[in-house]
């Protein structure tokens, strides 16, 4: 090697030494003396656009897509944590005004068009703060990727939120016949054009997601949701029960554990029970108590304590 090529290498080799040792040195200082930001910075536009990028980050380009993604999950999560957790509706985000979710999304992709995590997140998410948006996110992703199965499956289950039931179909259908795809995309077609607005259909299509996904922001969706269907049963089942009682006996119950031998008489779907805690509570799918309201003589959720989706 000559001497002219050793000074080539030897010279971007003391950069990075001197640069990581500055970082190394300085970082815990910069950190500690870091002034406040002002409130809405994290909503400052991107300077940078993912798709200008691409070609020119000499071969970064997936490091920098992966940062991009991990910016999208930080956004949104500081997002909810700094918000009322109670006031929290997870099908409509739109009051946390997270508009930089879906370019942070389309920078990822435009850097690593099969970045699937991506497309996934983004479908999951988006439909509750702009549909549009989540379509356009997944359309991209099955431009880019039509032998996943599973962006059709996403794609599906945005239209079948906007209770677009025929192009759900519609979706699922092209789903299905891509090599290798499950089974359950067939049958949902069926499912789509019979009883797409039903309980038994969207208890296919989270039971789905949490089966076949890794992802842990796809699979604490897919929970949650189960979790409230079962809710939805239990709540209209004790409604009945109390609508009963006050027709026998002219007035509600004082306490729903009045109501708990009959209701242990009831199969809920999926041979699902009622639960009740060790203070004698009913208690909802999270063991949260539910609550009287006798005024009305019907139950309704602890939104301070439950887990469950408050709307």
């Not at 259908?173 to 309980?199: C, H, I, L, N, Y």
């Amino acid at each position: 090697m000559g001497a002219h090529s050793v000074r080539n290498l030897v010279l971007p080799i003391a950069i990075l030494f001197v640069g990581l040792t500055v970082v190394v040195v300085l970082g815990p200082v910069l950190g500690r003396n870091r002034p406040e930001l002002p409130p809405g910075y994290d909503d400052s536009d991107l300077s940078m656009n993912g798709s200008r990028l691409k070609g020119f980050a000499l071969g970064f380009e997936g490091l920098m897509a992966d940062w991009y993604w991990m910016r999208s999950l930080q956004y949104v999560g500081g997002k909810i944590v700094r918000s009322d957790r109670s006031d929290l509706n997870i099908d409509d985000l739109s009051n946390l005004n997270p508009r930089l979710l879906y370019p942070f999304l389309e920078n990822a992709t435009d850097l690593d068009p099969h970045f699937i995590a991506a497309y996934s997140y983004g479908a999951i998410v988006l439909p509750a703060i702009d549909p549009e948006k989540a379509i356009a996110i997944t359309e991209k992703g099955i431009a880019n990727n039509p032998g996943e199965w599973r962006l059709y499956q996403h794609l599906g289950y945005i239209y079948w939120k906007l209770k677009l039931y025929d192009k759900a179909a519609e979706i699922y259908e092209r789903g299905s016949q891509v090599p290798d795809a499950a089974p359950f995309m067939k049958s949902m077609v069926a499912s789509m054009k019979t009883e797409g607005g039903s309980r038994a259909t969207a208890r296919q299509i989270y039971r789905e997601m949490l089966d076949g996904s890794s992802d842990p922001s796809i699979r604490y969706n897919a929970e949650r949701r189960l979790l409230e269907l079962d809710s939805l049963d239990e709540r209209e089942a004790i409604d009945r029960t109390l609508s009963e009682f006050l027709k026998r006996n002219g007035q509600c119950v004082n306490s729903l554990i009045e109501i708990v031998p009959a209701l242990l008489k009831i199969d809920l779907p999926e041979n699902k029970e009622f639960r009740v805690d060790k203070s004698n509570r009913l208690v909802d799918p999270t063991d949260a108590p539910y609550l009287l309201d006798r005024e009305t003589c019907t139950v309704k959720v602890d939104v301070e304590r439950t887990k469950l989706p408050v709307k």
